[in-house]
């Protein structure tokens, strides 16, 4: 069975330093990986995905994310972090069968501390 | 642009009523799901559906139902509220492809009392 593991639930970080959000899964087969941003009171946006190529993929508002198959792990980047990026951040992984449902794991809190 | 709707961002109802959660959305998708998200535990799937009036249960089914008659529609409906399903709903679609995201609407906050 697919699951998804995000091991921090809260993290500050100061305006202008570089992030990290881990993510970690379990999957037989290559998955399907997002990373989704949800500001408070709102639904989650796409922040990037990956299927397959190259494992650095790059998304919206500075964001990036390096597959690594030999950690299983999707872990989110950013270099500058702004106070605007506050927010709540989740990790999800999809199987390569269509008519599936995307799993999504705990979610990290990021706080931005000026 | 691709557009997911709730029709309701806040419902208080009482205990024992039936609720109905609308989700429409406007691209053509055949799949379509419905989560539950609550602090510290993420997003739940609860049902979804990848085609009309098919549907399938997700990992918390109990309590639920859910409705699939029209491709862009899709309601969750509880049975009878009961004050443990106060909570955020969220709807999602995502086209029935190998390499494509889900879209989500603004999600439902629904208070059970």
């Known amino acids: 069975a697919q699951s998804v593991t995000q091991p921090d639930i809260h993290i500050t970080v100061s305006e202008g330093a570089s992030l990290e959000l881990r993510c970690n899964y379990s999957?037989?087969?290559?998955?399907?990986l997002f990373w989704y941003v949800q500001s408070p009171g709102q639904g989650l946006q796409l922040l990037l995905k990956?299927?397959?190529?190259?494992?650095l993929v790059q998304g919206i508002k500075g964001f990036e994310a390096e597959f690594k198959r030999s950690q299983s792990s999707f872990n989110l980047r950013k270099p500058s972090v702004h106070w605007s990026d506050a927010a709540e951040y989740f990790c999800?992984?999809?199987?390569?069968?269509?008519?599936?449902?995307?799993?999504f794991g705990k979610g990290t809190t990021l706080s931005v501390s000026s | 642009d691709v557009k997911v709707t709730q029709s309701s961002r806040y419902l208080v109802k009482r205990t024992g009523e039936k609720v109905f959660l609308e989700c429409v959305q406007d691209?053509?998708?055949?799949?379509m799901f419905w989560y539950r998200q609550d602090p510290g535990l993420g997003l739940r799937l609860i049902y979804f559906?990848?085609?009309?009036?098919?549907?399938e249960k997700g990992d918390i089914p109990e309590g639920y139902s859910v409705s699939r008659e029209k491709k862009e529609r899709f309601s969750l409906i509880l049975e009878s509220a009961s004050t443990n399903q106060t909570s955020m709903y969220l709807c999602a679609s995502r086209k029935d492809s190998l390499n494509t995201e889900a879209f989500f609407g603004q999600g439902t906050r629904l208070t059970v009392v």
């Open positions: 990956y299927f397959s190529g190259d494992t």
């Open positions: 999957y037989g087969a290559t998955p399907y």
């Open positions: 999800a992984v999809g199987a390569w069968q269509a008519g599936t449902a995307l799993i």
């Open positions: 559906s990848y085609d009309v009036k098919m549907k």
């Open positions: 691209m053509d998708h055949e799949n």
